[in-house]
């Protein structure tokens, strides 16, 4: 079994400061691991995901994230936000199996304040 | 592409009354899932379908729920009968079967149901 543990429910910051936004994982496996946003009244959209390879992995929008296996974890950042990045943040993980369902966090808020 | 599809965006229902919710996903995807989002209890995998036929129906929270996937291009969410607790968002996700999809879902923008 999976698990994805994101301790941070709220991040508040100002605009153009940098942020993370921290995601734990749990499995016993290989894994798959993405990042999506949803923006208010809307659906989730993918934002960024780490198959394999350079464990810095670049998304939408100037977010970047880093896997790191012997901490098992797959951080969000972005140097500096802006009011639009205001939105819930979910990490997710899948096993490499194909037809494997993805196990989602509990979310993150992120407001951006002026 | 036109992305995955669901109706209606908004539904506002008395509580007793049935609710039917549908999805259609990406054309050539071949799994579908529906989840349900809420306050409480955050994003929640409700039931996934692989090939049209339901694989794990493991979080439908009771009997009163039922989905179908009738053919690649279709699928339906029911709440017989319906209850103020059921309010939430409910979205509908598909995924590419391609082994380079990579398990990614894409998801539609969702149902919010409000049951009075």
């Not at chain 1, 194909?98 to 993150?108: C, I, P, V, Y």
Request: charged share 20%; hydrophobic share 35%; aromatic share 12%.
């Amino acid at each position: 079994a999976q698990s994805v543990t994101q301790l941070d429910s709220q991040v508040p910051v100002f605009e153009e400061a940098p942020v993370e936004l921290r995601c734990n994982y749990s499995s016993s496996v290989s894994v798959y691991l993405f990042w999506y946003v949803q923006y208010p009244n809307q659906g989730l959209q993918l934002l960024l995901k780490y198959l394999s390879g350079s464990t810095l992995v670049k998304g939408i929008n100037g977010f970047e994230a880093e896997f790191n296996k012997s901490q098992t974890s797959f951080h969000l950042r972005k140097p500096s936000v802006h009011i639009s990045d205001t939105a819930e943040y979910f990490c997710a993980v899948t096993n490499t199996g194909t037809a494997s369902k993805l196990t989602f966090g509990t979310g993150t808020r992120l407001q951006v304040t002026l | 592409d036109a992305g995955v599809i669901q109706s209606p965006r908004h539904e506002v229902t008395e509580m007793g009354q049935e609710v039917t919710l549908r999805c259609k996903p990406i054309s050539g995807h071949n799994s579908l899932f529906w989840y349900r989002q809420t306050m409480m209890r955050g994003l929640e995998l409700l039931i996934y379908f692989n090939n049209n036929v339901p694989i794990d129906d493991s979080g439908m929270p009771e009997d009163r729920f039922s989905a179908k996937m009738p053919n690649a291009s279709f699928s339906t969410l029911k709440i017989q009968p319906s209850e103020p607790r059921d309010s939430a968002v409910y979205f509908c996700a598909s995924r590419d079967p391609g082994i380079r999809s990579y398990n990614e879902q894409f998801f539609g923008p969702g149902t919010r149901l409000t049951v009075l």
